[in-house]
C-alpha cells in the first residue's frame, strides 16, 4: 500500500513539474524517485542515501537561487496578469502551431494588451487572406520570425498581408513563425524545395544570430548548422545538449530544462558570455549564402528584407551582403514612431504597410534599373 501511494505521489510531482514547466519540481520528483530504490530488496540502502543527499542540494541550490532571482517555483496567472499564447507541436523545423483559429491574448494590470486571433492552415503555417480573386500567375513567400508571423497581429494585419496591396497578382505565402529564425529556412527549403516561390523574402538582421548559433532557449530542438574545419556549411543535428544533438528531442524537454537556475548561471558565465561573436556572425552569413545558392540554383529570386541596418554588426553583415552580392532592401524603421510598434516591441499593422511600401519602391526601382 505504501508502495501504491509513493508511486502515486512521483507520478504527480512530475505531472506539476511538466504543467507548470519547473525545472525545481522536476529536481524535487527526481529527489523523491531515488528514494523508491528503498523499496527494492537488492540495492544498496547507502547509495540510495548518498544519491538522494546529492539531488536533494542540487534541488536546494535551485531553489536559493530562484528565490535569489525573483522567481516562483509555480508561476500561476492571476485575472490581472496573465497570457494565452498559441499551442505548438513539434516538427522537424523544431515547432510549429498546431493548425485552426488560436487566441493570443495578454493581459496586464487588467487591461487587455492583446487580443488576436491567429489562422494556421493545415501545413502547419499562418493563412494570408487574399485580398480579392484577382487570378494569380506568380508566388511570393516570406520566411523569418515573429515578425513575419505578424505576433499580435489579426491575419489581415501582416506583412505578407499588406504586401498584397502592392502585388494582387501574386499568390503571397507567410512561411514565418514566431521564434524562427535563418536557419529554419534553410532546412525548410531543404527538405521541402516546393515552398519556395518565384519571389522570397527572408525577414531578418541581426536578432536571428543567437537564434541560429542554439543560444536562445527557443532554439532548443531546431536545426543546428556548424562551420567544418574547412570554413564549410554543415548540418550537425539539433539544438539540444551535446551528445544529444543528433537526436530531435521534444520542445517541452527544453523549455523545463532551460528554467534551471544553475544552467542559466553556467550559460551566463561560460556558453553565452558573448551573445554574438565574430564567429556567430560567420554562420549567420553562411546560412544566407547557402540559402541565396540553392533559391538560384532553383532559378528563382531572394530578397533579404533587413529591418535594422543601425550598429556596427548590422552595418558589418549588410557590407557582406553586398560583397557577396546579395540583394537586400532596407526595412528599417523610426523606434520613435509609436504607430510602428506593439507595445511589446513587435511591428504594428502600421509599421507593416510602412514596409509594405519600402518593399515595393524597392522592386519598382530594381525593375526600372
Known amino acids: ?159 505578407p498581408y499588406t504586401t498584397q496591396f502592392y502585388f494582387k497578382n501574386w499568390k503571397i505565402k507567410n512561411y514565418g513563425v514566431s521564434g524562427y529564425g535563418i536557419h529554419q529556412m534553410l532546412a525548410l527549403i531543404q527538405k521541402n524545395p516546393e515552398t519556395i516561390g518565384d519571389l522570397n523574402f527572408l525577414i531578418t538582421d541581426t536578432r536571428h544570430i543567437p537564434r541560429a548559433t542554439c543560444k536562445r532557449d527557443y532554439s532548443f530542438g531546431t536545426p543546428k548548422y556548424t562551420l567544418n574545419i574547412e570554413n564549410k556549411l554543415i548540418r550537425s543535428g539539433y539544438c539540444n545538449y551535446g551528445v544529444f544533438n543528433k537526436i530531435p528531442l521534444p520542445r517541452i524537454i527544453g523549455s523545463v530544462v532551460n528554467r534551471s537556475q544553475i544552467k542559466i ?47 556596427k554588426i548590422n552595418e558589418y553583415v549588410l557590407k557582406k551582403l553586398t560583397q557577396k552580392k546579395i540583394k537586400f532592401v532596407d526595412l528599417s524603421l523610426n523606434p520613435e514612431n509609436k504607430e510602428y510598434w506593439l507595445p511589446d516591441e513587435h511591428t504594428s499593422k502600421k509599421g507593416n504597410e510602412k514596409r509594405s511600401l519600402m518593399i515595393a519602391n524597392f522592386l519598382k526601382k530594381k525593375q526600372n534599373n
Not at 509555480?74 to 523545423?93: A, M, P, R
Not at 494588451?113 to 508566388?139: C, M, Q, S, V
Not at 552569413?285 to 531572394?302: F, P, T, V, Y
Open 1 to 159: 500500500m505504501k508502495k501504491i501511494i509513493f508511486i502515486i505521489l512521483i507520478v504527480f510531482l512530475f505531472y506539476f513539474s511538466y504543467s507548470f514547466k519547473s525545472f525545481q519540481l522536476l529536481m524535487i520528483s527526481i529527489s523523491f524517485l531515488s528514494l523508491f530504490g528503498f523499496f527494492l530488496k537488492k540495492i544498496n540502502k547507502n547509495l540510495i542515501l548518498i544519491i538522494f543527499s546529492i539531488l536533494i542540494s542540487v534541488t536546494s541550490v535551485e531553489i536559493i537561487l530562484l528565490f535569489m532571482n525573483n522567481g516562483k517555483i509555480v508561476k500561476i496567472d492571476s485575472k490581472k496578469n496573465f497570457s494565452k499564447n498559441i499551442k505548438y507541436e513539434k516538427t522537424f523545423l523544431g515547432h510549429q502551431p498546431v493548425p485552426g483559429v488560436q487566441n493570443h491574448k495578454v493581459v496586464i494590470n487588467g487591461k487587455i494588451k492583446i487580443n488576436k486571433n491567429y489562422t494556421i492552415g493545415d501545413d502547419k503555417f499562418r493563412w494570408t487572406p487574399e485580398l480579392d480573386a484577382t487570378e494569380k500567375n506568380k508566388t511570393m513567400n516570406f520566411f523569418g520570425g515573429s515578425f513575419t508571423f505578424g505576433w499580435g497581429l489579426n491575419d489581415d494585419e501582416t506583412l
Open 265 to 311: 548561471l553556467i550559460d551566463k558565465l561560460y556558453f553565452r558570455k558573448i551573445d554574438i561573436g565574430k564567429k556567430d556572425v560567420e554562420l549567420y552569413l553562411a546560412i544566407i549564402s547557402e540559402i541565396n545558392k540553392i533559391i538560384l540554383g532553383e532559378k528563382k529570386k531572394i530578397i533579404i528584407g533587413y529591418m535594422n541596418a543601425n550598429g
